[in-house]
């Protein structure tokens, strides 16, 4: 849901934990020429399509493949006492609607 208090609890977990960077879903709408209009004549801006996921899921994997050098490109300071300790914080009202390409999903029967 929109305006449920997820920035504010990202912004919170920013500051209480180490070595922590955030990417958050909104810096990935696409641009305004490129949002459908609905049929009430609003552009329909809580709808999947209304975001690059691709640009998001990029920027993760930026994380992944370094998270000292996102960090640092960032402004994110790395805590000498926790400099193994990376985390990484998403943060969007629509994270969870994604089927993410090329997924690969565990057979319940190899879950413990």
Not at 78 to 95: K, M, R, V, Y
């Amino acid at each position: 849901m929109t305006n449920g208090g997820k920035t504010t609890l990202t912004n919170s977990l920013l500051r209480a934990l180490p070595n922590c960077c955030v990417i958050h879903q909104d810096d990935f709408f696409k641009p305004q020429d490129q949002i459908a209009v609905g049929e009430d004549g609003f552009k329909q801006w809580d709808v999947l399509e209304s975001l690059d996921m691709e640009a998001m899921l990029d920027t993760v994997q930026a994380w992944l493949s370094s998270p000292r050098k996102f960090a640092r490109a960032h402004g994110v300071s790395i805590q000498p006492e926790a400099s193994d300790t990376h985390i990484l914080l998403l943060e969007g009202f629509l994270l969870y609607s994604y089927n993410l390409p090329r997924r690969h999903k565990v057979p319940r029967e190899a879950l413990p």
